[in-house]
């Protein structure tokens, strides 16, 4: 029996192995190397995480402490922005299946957190009430890439390197999300909520750039490690 017949995956048509006989070169080929298809999409995972991070980490506070909420009320709205925005997660993901595409997707995205961070800075600013729904609006909006991008990262990488580069992605969003709190606590306090909002509105505008685009055509889009 040759090495990695007797561990094959659930399809029993690839042998598990990295270095298994039947994987082609492609397969094995390091997809960091040579394209930088990847790392974009990571740092545009990165900028769009400082958004979404923002929004669910002071919510609750800011309904509580500016607008005025009961601790109950605000908790329930809070609540409710949650399951909106994972339906917004799984509406995305139907939207890029529909267009054939994963990063298409994102660069919308990005461009309507971009736009709802800064509507919702200049609605806080103004004081209006209906910067609430302006919020809830965003708490949807800054979550709707999350899946989207790591389906896009473990197409491209393959089945040989997806655990790894899912891993990069994984451990890049959270270092980023562990440090978004204290910097923007510390900003808020110093400078308020409507500066901490606008200046939120910059990373999705730096991550649309970057957004890799699609080079497929579309006899040959969804085929092992290319973009879709």
Known sequence: MRRGDGDLRAGGDRPAAPDAPDASAGELANPYRGSPLLWRIHAVSVLLVVPQVMVWTFTLVWLIAERGWSPVSAGSLVTAAQVLGAAGRIAAGR??????????????????????????????????????????????????DNGLAFTAIAEIAGPFWSGRALGTQNTSQLLTAGIVPPVFGALIGAAGYPLGFAICALFPVLAIPLVPRDNLSDDNRGSPGQPV
């Open 95 to 144: 939207w890029s299946d529909r267009v054939g595409s994963r990063l298409r997707p994102i660069r919308t995205i990005a461009v309507a957190a971009a736009a709802t961070m800064a509507l919702l800075a200049l609605t806080d600013w103004l004081d209006w009430g209906w910067s609430v729904a302006v919020m809830v609006v965003a708490s949807v909006v800054t979550v709707s």
